[in-house]
């Protein structure tokens, strides 16, 4: 028997905006900021390489301080000390984005949040680094009740661990038949969502295709006829 959707859970990087398009506006403003100081670029490129692929490395992973885990890993393999690789990531992973991530928004995002917020459907977001700071960029941060990370305290761990997405239906005050998870990563989203029986929504270039533990769709848009199959 279906359930009814009290709540939806967002995935932030790659789900609420076009993380490819960020990325190559990204790569443009590096080139740009360092053109005059090649070599201090080269080492800025490095470091945000390293800084992406320790993240994946540390997937499996619980930590007091996962920001701080992945800074340790990536610098040992950037060549960098940890507060250097600190600072480049922070620049060129956090704060350089917001300048530019309103471009990037989800086609409807803006008016699905708000028919989800208008059916009674509570909202959240679980990302595996703090969030506020974009979803203001986006200019949505208004719809959601609760913003969770990796980085919390009650948290301590990047996804697929199911961890952050348990804390924020807590938040929510809702069971985990009651919600959907959407994302754009079945193998850490989807798996997030399957070890905490929570229905999953993949956004990427598939048409609707519905599997052992999500369902794909192509379109933000289309989230509103999910809640209502589930």
């Known amino acids: 028997m279906a359930h009814a959707i009290e709540a939806v859970v967002f995935d932030v990087d790659g789900t609420l905006y076009e993380q490819s398009g960020l990325r190559r506006a990204m790569l443009l403003r590096l080139i740009?900021?360092?053109?005059?100081?090649?070599?201090?670029?080269?080492?800025?490129?490095?470091?945000?390489?390293?800084?992406?692929?320790?993240?994946?490395?540390?997937?499996?992973?619980?930590?007091?301080?996962?920001?701080?885990?992945?800074?340790?890993?990536?610098?040992?393999?950037?060549?960098?000390?940890?507060?250097?690789c600190e600072r480049i990531a922070t620049r060129w992973l956090h704060h350089e984005p917001l300048r530019v991530l309103a471009r990037y928004r989800r086609a409807d995002l803006v008016e699905t949040l708000g028919e989800l917020r208008a059916n009674g459907i509570r909202l959240g977001v679980v990302s595996d680094y703090p969030a506020d700071d974009k979803l203001a960029a986006l200019g949505i941060r208004q719809f959601f009740d609760v913003v969770v990370s990796a980085q919390d305290p009650d948290v301590g761990a990047f996804k697929p661990n199911p961890r952050g997405l348990q804390v924020?239906?807590?938040?929510?005050?809702?069971?985990?038949?009651?919600?959907?998870y959407v994302g754009d990563r079945p193998e850490t989203d989807a798996a997030a969502a399957r070890s905490s029986q929570v229905g999953c929504v993949i956004i990427g270039s598939r048409p609707r295709v519905v599997t052992t533990d999500h369902v794909s769709i192509t379109a933000v848009r289309q989230l509103l006829a999910e809640c209502t199959r589930s």
């Open 32 to 84: 740009r900021a360092y053109a005059f100081h090649p070599l201090q670029g080269r080492k800025a490129s490095r470091v945000i390489g390293a800084y992406r692929r320790a993240q994946e490395e540390l997937r499996f992973c619980t930590s007091a301080d996962p920001a701080q885990q992945q800074a340790a890993v990536a610098a040992g393999r950037a060549g960098v000390s940890t507060e250097e």
């Open 168 to 180: 924020c239906l807590a938040r929510l005050g809702v069971r985990a038949e009651h919600a959907l």
